[in-house]
């Protein structure tokens, strides 16, 4: 039976059979729900802290 991931950048749950998978020269592996996760992680190197819509988001000062 197909696990329900969850997306390493904003946290939300990806259904079976959609998402991106990002395997890592280390051999670690990243689920994203969307290239916009996958581009703000990996290319832009962000932190999901500090976006609204990701679920770790800090609000306030």
């Not at 950048?9 to 890592?24: D, H, N, Q, S, V």
């Not at 990243?30 to 819509?53: A, E, T, V, Y």
């Amino acid at each position: 039976m197909p696990s329900i991931k969850q997306c390493s950048f904003c946290g939300k749950e990806i259904p079976p059979a959609t998402g991106l998978m990002y395997i890592r020269n280390d051999g670690s592996i990243l689920w994203f729900c969307s290239n916009k996760c996958k581009k703000s992680m990996l290319k832009l190197h962000r932190d999901p802290k500090k976006l609204k819509w990701t679920k770790s988001y800090i609000g306030g000062k």
